[in-house]
C-alpha cells in the first residue's frame, strides 16, 4: 500500500491507485495484458519512467464553482482544483493562472460559453493552452474577449484594478469550438497568442503538434516507445521492403522509421494532424538521404484505396476505440511480414489480435505512459505464421 500525495484522490475521478505502491501498478497492468493477449508475462518487457508529475496534457473543465475535474462517479459534478500530481509542474503553473483569471463571477456573463481548456508542456520548453468554447453560444464573442484580456498585459482596460497574477504566462493560445451535438472540436481554431502548433523532441527528431490535437500524453515514455519500435523493425532487413504507419497523426512512427525501409507511407485523417504531419515529413526527411515518402489524408476504414507494395511492415496505433473491421480486413489482405500494433486499451486489443488469424504474437511490451490510473500502453509484434 502507499500514502496517496494528492488531497482530492478518491474524490476526483482522475486517478484511482495511488493507494497502491508503484510495484504492485506495474505488476498488475503486466497481468492484464499478459491474460488480454495471451502471452507468457514473464516475456512481457516493461518501460516506466516518473510515477508523478509525468503527464504533458491535463483537460480541465469549467463550471459555476470553478476550474476543475469530475467528481468520481458523478461525471455532471466537477470538483476545483489547485493542481495534479500526475501533471508536468508547468501544467500547475498554467492551470492556477487560468484558475486566477476566469473565476465563476468574471465569466458568468458568458452563460456556459466557457466549456474545457486543455492544458499543454513538452520536454523542450513549449506550452499552450486551448479554450474550448461553445460554438453556438451567442456570448462566444464575449469569451474570446475575455481570453484575449488574459493573454494581454495585466493592466487591461476592461478592469478597474490590475491583476498581475492572474494573467497567463502561456507561450501560445488558442480557441476551439465544440457543440453538444459532437464529441468532437470543429476545425475552426482561432489563435490568440504565438501558434496552433507545438513541438516536442523525439529520438533527435522535432515534430510538431497542435495544440489541441492528439498526442502521446508521457513525453519521456513516447521516446522510450520510438527508440523501442524502431529497434524491432531493425531485427528485419527492411532495405527493399516498405513501412505503412496506419493513425499516423502527425506522422512520428512513419519519419522516424523512414530511412529502414524503401518507400514510407503515412494515413492520417484528422486535419490538423494532417497539417501537422506535412510540416514534419518537410522538416525531417532529406529526399538525398531518405527514399520515397507519401502522405494519404485517408480514413484508416478506406485503406482499400490504396494500392499496398509488398514486401510489407505496419505500424499502427488506433484510437482506444480500436481498429474499423474494413481496416483489419484489407490488412489481412495484404499480408504484411510484421505487424506492430501499439494500443492504448488492451481489452480492444484482446477482441481484436484473433481477427489477425494468419498472425501470432512474437513479442509485446508494457510502457506505463499512466502511473496512478489502470491504463498503460502496449506494444504488441505480430508476424506471420
Known sequence: MATPPCTYFGN??????????????????????ARAIKFPEENIKVFSGKEYFYRNRMDVLFSPQGIGLRKKGKVSEIIPIDRCVIADET??????????????????????????????????????LCFVL??????RQEAITLIRDFTSSPYSSHYSSPFPSSFSSAKNVVVAFTSPASAFLSEETLVIKGGEFLQEKFLEKTFQ??????????????????????????????????LLDLYAGVGTFGILNADLFKSTILVESAPLAVKAAEFNIKNNIIPQKIPQITFHKLDAMRLRKITLPKPLFVITDPPRIGMHQ????????????????????????????????????????????????????????????
Open 134 to 139: 461553445q460554438e453556438n453560444s451567442l456570448h
Open 326 to 385: 474494413q481496416t483489419i480486413h484489407y490488412l489481412n489482405q495484404a499480408q504484411p511480414e510484421i505487424i506492430i500494433y501499439i494500443s492504448c486499451n488492451p481489452q480492444r486489443l484482446a477482441k481484436e489480435l484473433p481477427k489477425f488469424k494468419e498472425y501470432v504474437v512474437k513479442s509485446a511490451a508494457l510502457f506505463d505512459f499512466f502511473p496512478q490510473t489502470g491504463h498503460s500502453e502496449a506494444v504488441v509484434q505480430l508476424r506471420k505464421k
Open 12 to 33: 476526483c475521478g482522475g486517478c484511482t491507485t495511488q493507494h497502491l505502491a508503484y510495484e504492485t501498478q506495474i505488476i498488475q497492468k503486466k497481468q492484464a495484458l
Open 209 to 242: 503538434f497542435p495544440i489541441s490535437g492528439f498526442f502521446q500524453n508521457n513525453s519521456v515514455l513516447a521516446d522510450k516507445m520510438h527508440d523501442y519500435c524502431r529497434k524491432l523493425l531493425q531485427q528485419y532487413p527492411t532495405q527493399q521492403a516498405h
Open 91 to 128: 501544467i500547475n503553473k498554467l492551470l492556477n493562472e487560468a484558475r486566477n483569471f476566469f473565476t465563476p463571477s468574471r465569466i458568468q456573463s458568458c452563460k456556459k460559453t466557457f466549456s474545457s481548456l486543455i492544458i499543454r508542456a513538452t520536454s523542450i520548453g513549449e506550452n499552450g
